[in-house]
């Protein structure tokens, strides 16, 4: 039973473009919501977080959206850089139960 | 960057043989996570920590136990290793104050079950 969902696999981008990378959830007892992004080789890395009562964090280029009612999330990435190519994990943190439950992950390509 | 260092960083080993992953932090945290990592499965939680002496079950722990005698160090073995543990094993950490549930992450355990 999947609680977290990411149901693409990978994403293209170009260079200068908006990525969007959406994730959706199941449970609505989670209180906060993350993402990581993961090079090869390396671990994951945090990357911004949202908490349940807000619909909108912005960090610089990297915003994350929530909308409870369809509990879906997503990041945007504006502008899209090469850097940026990585593998994107959402994931989902539920108060009480100190577990953080991830998504299997997009691999965002940005192509120069 | 957090302290967290995982060892060995790359193993392999035979079907039936015991392994031991290690992790170490030096930042004192209480909470301590081994996640593995599969194409196709993201990050999934084996076991972790909230304490010394104080472990919980993660939704994929059967095959492995952990131990943690001390807070800096929280140990993951594989009694008697499977093709189907062949994965990257990745240890996390958490503040307990941090209810954002945001976890640090060591750089990763490659191991390879033949």
């Known amino acids: 039973d999947q609680q977290v969902k990411q149901n693409s696999p990978s994403l293209s981008v170009q260079e200068g473009r908006i990525s969007i990378l959406n994730c959706d959830y199941t449970?609505?007892?989670?209180?906060?919501f993350l993402w990581y992004k993961k090079y090869p080789a390396e671990g994951p890395t945090f990357l911004i977080s949202?908490?349940?009562?807000?619909d909108k964090n912005e960090d610089g280029r990297f915003t994350v959206f929530l909308n409870k009612s369809a509990k879906h999330l997503s990041l945007h990435i504006v502008p899209s850089q090469p850097g940026d190519s990585a593998v994107y994990f959402c994931?989902?943190?539920?108060?009480?139960?100190?577990?953080?439950?991830f998504g299997t992950g997009t691999l965002l390509a940005v192509q120069p | 960057d957090a302290g967290i260092t995982q060892s060995p960083r790359h193993k392999v080993t035979e079907t039936g043989t015991p392994v031991t992953l290690r992790c170490h932090q030096t930042?004192?945290?209480?909470?301590m996570y081994w996640y593995r990592q599969d194409p196709g499965h993201g990050l999934r939680l084996i076991h972790y920590s909230y304490g010394v002496k104080d472990t919980d079950k993660g939704e994929v722990s059967d095959g492995y136990s952990v131990s943690r005698s001390k807070t800096e160090d929280f140990l993951l073995t594989l009694e008697s290793a499977t093709s189907s543990q062949t994965s990257v094993y990745f240890c996390?950490?958490?503040?307990?104050?941090?209810?954002?549930?945001?976890?640090?992450f060591g750089e990763g355990s490659r191991l390879t079950v033949l």
């Open positions: 996390a950490i958490r503040e307990w104050q941090a209810n954002t549930g945001e976890l640090f």
């Open positions: 949202i908490s349940s009562i807000k």
């Open positions: 930042e004192n945290h209480r909470y």
């Open positions: 994931a989902a943190h539920g108060g009480a139960t100190n577990k953080l439950i």
């Open positions: 449970n609505s007892m989670f209180d906060y």
